[in-house]
């Protein structure tokens, strides 16, 4: 290359850099690259970024960031302030489905209901809700305790049909009651 082409002329280097030599061979010349000596990415002027939140290491105050989490300038988690669940949705989350005897299937009436839940759980996205399954006492434990589990996996499943975002925040907890 010329020098009059050259970038870096006392210095060698490769054409693809303008003749700029790179250290650490991350695509990003010495003269450019904020971390010489450390490969990175031109996103973050050379430098590594080892959580990929795009704040290179050196300025991230959260290096551990979880993919795809919304992160603030030092690379650390925007904090969102829940909301607090007005009186009238709490009422809402707090029903009951009922099933009919030894079934787990949904009735028309209370996919309604569950209709107006997915609303309320996408209103308030921070919200988890613990779906409880349950069972009167006639039958098995065994056979109880799996009709309560397909119970709450029923409304949980219908729930995230109806697109309530972030449904590993339905919980599932089953229970078979025995006795009176």
């Not at 707090?94 to 209901?113: P, W």
């Not at 569950?114 to 988890?128: C, F, G, I």
């Amino acid at each position: 290359m010329p020098d009059y082409q050259d970038q870096c002329p006392t210095e060698a280097g490769t054409a693809d850099l303008g003749g700029c030599p790179d250290r650490d061979g991350d695509g990003v010349a010495d003269k450019d690259d904020a971390c010489p000596d450390e490969a990175g990415t031109a996103a973050t002027n050379g430098c590594p970024d080892s959580d990929g939140d795009g704040i290179a290491d050196k300025d991230d105050k959260c290096p551990d960031t979880p993919a795809g989490t919304e992160i603030d300038a030092d690379g650390c988690p925007v904090k969102v302030e829940p909301v607090a669940i007005d009186e009238r949705t709490s009422k809402l989350l707090q029903e009951k489905v009922r099933f009919a005897f030894g079934s787990a299937d949904l009735t028309d009436q209370f996919r309604l209901y569950l209709d107006s839940v997915a609303v309320a759980l996408n209103k308030y996205p921070e919200h988890t809700l613990y779906i409880n399954g349950h069972t009167d006492h006639v039958g098995s434990e065994q056979f109880n305790q799996k009709l309560s589990e397909q119970r709450a996996q029923a409304v949980k499943d219908y729930l995230i049909t109806k697109g309530v975002e972030n449904p590993d925040r339905l919980i599932i907890q089953a229970s078979a009651r025995q006795g009176h």
